[in-house]
T-cell receptor, first 113, second 113 residues
Framework: QQQVKQSPQSLIVQKGGISIINCAYENTAFDYFPWYQQFPGKGPALLIAIRPDVSEKKEGRFTISFNKSAKQFSLHIMDSQPGDSATYFC????????????FGKGTHLIIQP | KAGVTQTPRYLIKTRGQQVTLSCSPISGHRSVSWYQQTPGQGLQFLFEYFSETQRNKGNFPGRFSGRQFSNSRSEMNVSTLELGDSALYLCASNPTGLVDEQFFGPGTRLTVL
């Protein structure tokens, strides 16, 4: 049972464009939703995270939009740059405990110069 | 502060053998989690340790085990290796396990022949 569904699997965006990656979750007990960025040969690194009490969070060029009623959240990368080319994972976790992160399958993003 | 370190970085084993992977968390971090990353299944939670105790376990067979030492360093062991165990094994740490941000290491690439 895939508890976090991520789309698209791959995405090509022109430099300067907006990259949008979507995730949907099933477990309403999740209350922490991070996005991770992974470059080849490296472990995932936390990019930005949100809790369901807010609908949007922005950090620099990265924005998370969160829709609690639809159980969906998305990552927007504004002014996408070639250095943003990486694999992005959404994740979810039940807060306050020792549960591991439940990850989406990942999106391979390529920013064309 | 040094990041999460994992050794070895690469490992080749044959079916039926066993393997032990090591993880040193960020100094002061007492929680260590392990994840398996494969192209087909993505990132999956294996288990989490805090103060030498396993607090949570993912849906993996008993061949996968781990432990944590008093200095918070952790090892995971896979016995009777199968071809399907070929994966990137990632270790993540955080101060208490109750803080949501997980800091990942670069992983150990295990190949089973």
């Amino acid at each position: 049972q895939q508890q976090v569904k991520q789309s698209p699997q791959s995405l090509i965006v022109q430099k300067g464009g907006i990259s949008i990656i979507n995730c949907a979750y099933e477990n309403t007990a999740f209350d922490y939703f991070p996005w991770y960025q992974q470059f080849p040969g490296k472990g995932p690194a936390l990019l930005i995270a949100i809790r369901p009490d807010v609908s949007e969070k922005k950090e620099g060029r990265f924005t998370i939009s969160f829709n609690k009623s639809a159980k969906q959240f998305s990552l927007h990368i504004m002014d996408s740059q070639p250095g943003d080319s990486a694999t992005y994972f959404c994740a979810a976790r039940k807060g306050g405990g020792a549960d591991g992160l439940t990850f989406g399958k990942g999106t391979h993003l390529i920013i064309q110069p | 502060k040094a990041g999460v370190t994992q050794t070895p970085r690469y490992l080749i084993k044959t079916r039926g053998q066993q393997v032990t992977l090591s993880c040193s968390p960020i100094s002061g971090h007492r929680s260590v989690s392990w994840y398996q990353q494969t192209p087909g299944q993505g990132l999956q939670f294996l288990f989490e340790y805090f103060s030498e105790t396993q607090r949570n376990k993912g849906n993996f067979p008993g061949r996968f085990s781990g432990r944590q030492f008093s200095n918070s360093r952790s090892e995971m062991n896979v016995s009777t290796l199968e071809l399907g165990d070929s994966a990137l094994y990632l270790c993540a740490s955080n101060p208490t396990g109750l803080v949501d941000e997980q800091f990942f290491g670069p992983g150990t690439r295990l190949t089973v022949l």
